[in-house]
């Protein structure tokens, strides 16, 4: 179990301002060594070997502990990475079974519209067969202005050509709409 977040990011900023404020404190050190040494060089006589010596110590002294706090803020990015990726993997595993089990849910509904198309369209289909093989046989074209022959073999009725409703070209449209809406709305579906 990983600390809270919050938590972790406080003691992470108070790390790396330490790390930091270290870093300064050595910065200044160098600096000042630096200036005695040029002033040293150029023989200014207020500038002692002993300001030398203990502004160089200085800079060694603030090195040391350089690499522990480096290592205190190494440790927190690690623990924080750490709690970040558990919280990340909680959100995860507790939404993406619902977004699957929607995908699932939305497969079966697709599932049953199509038997459920599919039945109609076979019912319709032999409907239509049936009543086809009457014309001419027990029923008759342009004996009525509610049936006529269309284009010499058609039949119509009340203006309306009896036939088949088309099934495959529809699907074939609502399937590549389907798709390309999938392909143009975000990631790529995976096959």
């Given amino acids: 179990m990983t600390r809270p977040i919050a938590e972790i990011e406080a003691d992470l900023a108070q790390a790396h301002a330490a790390q930091q404020a270290a870093m300064e404190a050595r910065r200044l050190a160098v600096e000042v060594a630096k200036d005695l040494r040029a002033r040293a060089r150029k023989g200014d006589p207020q500038v002692t070997a002993a300001a030398l010596a203990e502004a160089e110590h200085a800079v060694e002294f603030l090195e040391l502990p350089l690499e522990s706090k480096l290592e205190a803020v190494r440790a927190l990015d690690a623990e924080h990475l750490l709690a970040r990726t558990e919280a990340w993997a909680d959100e995860v595993s507790a939404t993406e079974p619902a977004l699957r089990g929607d995908i699932d849910a939305a497969f079966s509904d697709v ?4 038997q459920r198309l599919a039945r109609s ?5 032999t409907y239509i067969q049936a009543r086809w093989g009457e014309v001419g046989r027990t029923v008759s074209a342009d004996v009525t202005p509610r049936v006529r022959r269309i284009n010499g073999f058609d039949v119509g009725i009340d203006g309306k050509l009896l036939r088949q409703v088309p099934l495959f070209s529809p699907l074939e449209r609502l399937f590549e709409r389907t798709v390309n809406d999938l392909l143009s709305s975000g990631p790529k579906p995976a096959r």
Avoid at 111 to 114: D, F, Q, T
Avoid at 121 to 125: L, M, N, V
């Fill in 111 to 114: 599932e049953a519209a199509l």
């Fill in 121 to 125: 369209w076979q019912s319709h289909a």
